[in-house]
């Protein structure tokens, strides 16, 4: 089993800057690639960013490609998010993923096989 817990969310005005944060525990050796994902209200949960095990290999929505800054700390078992110039559109809960079956870089929720609870995220204009 590994448990994701994320923090860090908030209100914030548009074209600012937050930091998330995705802390996992359990069998945290078993992670392979983890992703954020986001959900607004009415809508459904879509795609954000991933990052491969080792940080080799990352993957962006187009919608946030240049304004968004996936990492991890294996050491910490944390992975982050880093959102600049962020936009009313972006107001949503953030949710991170961690797969386990090495599906690679998969955009498609689905894949991955453990989710944290969210946090919420609100843009204001």
Do not use: H
């Amino acid at each position: 089993q590994v448990q994701l817990v994320e923090s860090g969310g908030g209100l914030v005005q548009a074209g600012g800057s937050l930091r998330l944060s995705c802390a996992a525990s359990g069998r945290t050796f078993s992670i392979y690639a983890m992703a954020w994902f986001r959900q607004a209200p009415g809508k459904e949960r879509e795609f954000v960013t991933a990052i491969s095990r080792y940080s080799a290999t990352t993957t962006y929505a187009d919608s946030v490609k240049g304004r968004f800054t996936i990492s991890r700390d294996n050491a910490k078992n944390t992975m982050y998010l880093q959102m600049n110039s962020l936009k009313p559109e972006d107001t949503a809960a953030y949710y991170c993923a961690a797969d386990i079956t090495v599906s690679g870089l998969s955009r498609l929720a689905k894949a991955y096989d453990y989710w944290g609870q969210g946090t919420q995220v609100t843009v204001s204009s």
